[in-house]
């Protein structure tokens, strides 16, 4: 299930999703960039991050937050699970903690480290609660602390998202540097700042998650090579290695051997052991 934010949110963060998993054996997921920061509370089990040589299970903790990420995480549950994904805005977390988004860049943290402690208080109250009103503490929760912290992206940020969305990804530097009258480095050190990637990478996600949304909706008779020329792509050999540098699996396994969860997080099939 997806939902919105409250209107006034909606500038930092882009929507909740709740997830449900009701299987009890060992289960495989995969996590890769979608362009955005996320918050994951894990009401009902931990996740687990992998086991060590030791064969001890590493768990991550019950809430979580991840950045912008250079490849994909595997992540495992041994238990039923249920998430609570609060989505932001590629500038969202930024602009909400005012912490450099380069500083979440390609980890976990557990949201104690974040937050304060009435970020304890909220994840148990989410544990209890359907829905509904899971969404409403998550947006008291998070009008609470904009109360004092105005929404103030910069220009340059706004400008150059709405370039990079609406090429889809497909653009050189230099266009985005004379569409927005900066240096490359300027906008380098900003997109740093405020999402955690530079411009170009930061496209290159647009660019494959363009991809995902042209494959999801693919007529019967389209192959993918057109889809692959229809995003933007040279030809199939680039598509593919850009693939597997974000998802570590080629296209034909994304179709045949996932389980599509959200954007950026699917099942790996057949389950496969730590």
């Not at 595997?74 to 912490?99: A, C, K």
């Not at 937050?115 to 609470?144: C, G, P, V, Y």
């Amino acid at each position: 299930m997806q939902a919105s934010p409250s209107k006034e949110l909606s500038q930092y963060i882009k929507h909740y999703l709740f997830l449900d998993n009701t299987e009890t054996a060992v289960q495989k997921f995969r996590l890769f960039s979608d362009g955005n920061t996320g918050l994951v509370f894990s009401v009902k089990s931990k996740l687990i991050s992998g086991i060590n040589k030791y064969e001890v299970k590493e768990y991550l903790p019950a809430s979580f937050l991840y950045g912008q990420l250079n490849g994909f995480k595997d992540l495992y549950s041994e238990n039923e699970i249920t998430l609570i994904i609060v989505v932001f805005q590629p500038s969202g977390i930024n602009q909400l903690l005012g912490i450099p988004a380069s500083e979440f860049h390609d980890s976990i943290i557990p949201v104690e480290d974040i937050f304060d402690q009435k970020i304890k208080a909220l994840q148990e109250k989410l544990s209890q609660q359907n829905n509904q009103t899971r969404i409403e503490l998550l947006n008291h929760f998070f009008k609470s602390m904009i109360v004092t912290k105005p929404f103030s992206s910069p220009f340059i940020i706004d400008h150059s998202l709405n370039f990079i969305i609406d090429k889809r990804g497909d653009f050189s530097i230099k266009q985005l540097v004379q569409y927005t009258g900066y240096t490359e480095r300027h906008l380098e050190r900003k997109f740093q700042e405020c999402i955690g990637l530079n411009p170009k990478k930061f496209g290159n996600v647009v660019r494959l998650h363009h991809f995902l949304k042209l494959l999801k909706e693919k007529p019967e008779n389209s192959n993918l090579t057109t889809i692959c020329y229809d995003a933007g792509f040279s030809d199939q050999s680039h598509l593919i290695k850009d693939f597997k540098k974000h998802t570590g699996i080629t296209p034909t396994e994304y179709i045949y051997n996932t389980g599509k969860l959200t954007n950026n997080l699917i099942k790996r099939f057949p389950s496969s052991s730590f």
